[in-house]
């Protein structure tokens, strides 16, 4: 049976090396080639297409891993991608998975979680760390921003960075009472309680 072809794009010299030789050690996986940046790796697919499944860290020198999927998908739309970060934002995953990664694993997988992921990608699955997995159910769980106003939505994510309500009002050029009268919609709407919340759902 014919090894499936995985590309690993990753920053960190000892992790790409690490992954390397965790995917290499499999029966049914070949690394074809491993690379620090998106642009390499996007350069090397236009020559070499027959790449199965991408790994792809999120925090890349230049293009970020997320506009590198999509640009790879542009490519060659058949690549599996599946984002392997030390991120759990939510934003951060909805942003993957909407520019194409079918997974998204955190880095902390060991070495047979790795290769499961693989084996679920390769049949058709979609691998997700169970902490990355109960963030995206929550999410359907939750009325989504997009129910919350354009103004709303600004002051959400000032918010979820753990900015003060002075700070908001500051950088929006709003009174406090406004941002306060906002921010009780935002509570009403997303049906959260304090900011602390906010933070952890959207931070």
């Known amino acids: ?8 794009i990753e920053d960190h010299e000892s992790i790409l090396e690490s992954f390397t030789e965790i995917v290499n050690t499999s ?7 491993g690379f620090e940046s998106g642009e390499k790796a996007i350069e090397f697919i236009k020559k070499e297409p027959a790449v199965d499944i991408m ?4 925090q890349l020198v230049g293009m970020n891993g997320i506009q590198t999927v999509k640009e790879i998908k542009k490519i060659a739309p058949s690549i599996l991608p599946i984002i392997v970060s030390v991120h759990e934002n939510s934003k951060y995953i909805f942003d993957a998975l909407c520019a194409g990664a079918i997974g998204y ?7 047979k979680e790795l290769i499961t992921a693989l084996q679920q990608t390769q049949q058709g699955g979609a691998p997700m760390s169970s902490n990355i997995a109960r963030k995206v159910v929550e999410s359907f769980q ?3 921003e997009k129910e919350l106003s354009e ?6 994510t000032l ?3 753990g900015k003060s309500y002075a700070s908001i009002a500051d950088e929006l050029y709003l009174s406090v009472n406004t941002i306060k009268t906002h921010t009780r919609n935002i509570y009403e709407k997303l049906q ?12």
Do not use: C, W
Request: without cysteine; glycine residues 4%; aromatic residues 4%.
């Open 142 to 144: 939750l009325p989504h």
């Open 55 to 58: 790994l792809v860290d999120i």
């Open 105 to 111: 694993l955190t880095k902390n997988i060991t070495p």
């Open 151 to 156: 103004r709303e939505n600004q002051i959400l």
């Open 159 to 161: 918010l979820a960075k």
């Open 27 to 33: 029966e049914e996986f070949q690394v074809v080639g």
């Open 192 to 203: 959260v309680n304090s900011k602390k919340e906010i933070i952890e759902k959207y931070g």
């Open 1 to 8: 049976m014919s090894k499936l072809n995985v590309v690993i």
